[in-house]
């Protein structure tokens, strides 16, 4: 299992958001939709053995599961309705107790701190950030879970949170990415053994 885990920080947490303006007006939820179809999409098939957690301006945290994950489209607009879906049952969540608000879309309570603690003890969590250890360096991690921010920097707590819980912190090349394409650069070294098999 590879798992991801996203941070918004400025993503919405009601579903009161266009999805005609995902940039602007939707706290660059588009960023984050990109993101998940990243973690999933291949040019015919989905990843099944892939999970992704989104978290929503540390309140809530939506998780896409790529076995049994049903209408994701490779698009950001109809991921984003799956977000917005998912919102609009948050009054169905209770504490760390799942809701699952369509096929393999689940809701929680749970911020950053909680999704990092949720997920610690399934693998080895990897942050991912340009001033991290050359990846190539790095032993490849058995079910890593890669923790990545959107557009802004990781704010001051989740760092230290990090430094507490990430086993490794590896950068993905010389040129700072967006999360999207790090996730696709991540797949890759995965799916190659560390850049070695084609």
Known sequence: MRQFVVVGHDAPTTPEFSLDDLAG??????VLCRCVTSAFFLSHAIREAVRTHLVLA?????????ADLRRLNPDERSTAALVRNALEEREEAIGHIPV?????VSLTRRGFEGTIEAVADEGTIVQLHGDGDPVVDVATPTAPVFVLSD?????????????????????L??????????????????????????
């Open 100 to 104: 699952e608000t369509s096929p393999g």
């Open 58 to 66: 540390d309140e809530y945290t939506i998780t896409f599961e790529g």
């Open 173 to 198: 090349g010389p040129e700072r990415l967006h999360a999207d394409h790090a996730i696709t650069v991540a797949h890759n070294y995965l799916d190659t053994d560390g850049f070695t098999t084609y």
């Open 25 to 30: 007006g939707a706290g660059r939820l588009d």
């Open 151 to 171: 557009h802004h920097d990781f704010r001051e707590a989740e760092a230290e949170l990090l430094a507490e819980h990430a086993d490794e912190r590896v950068s």
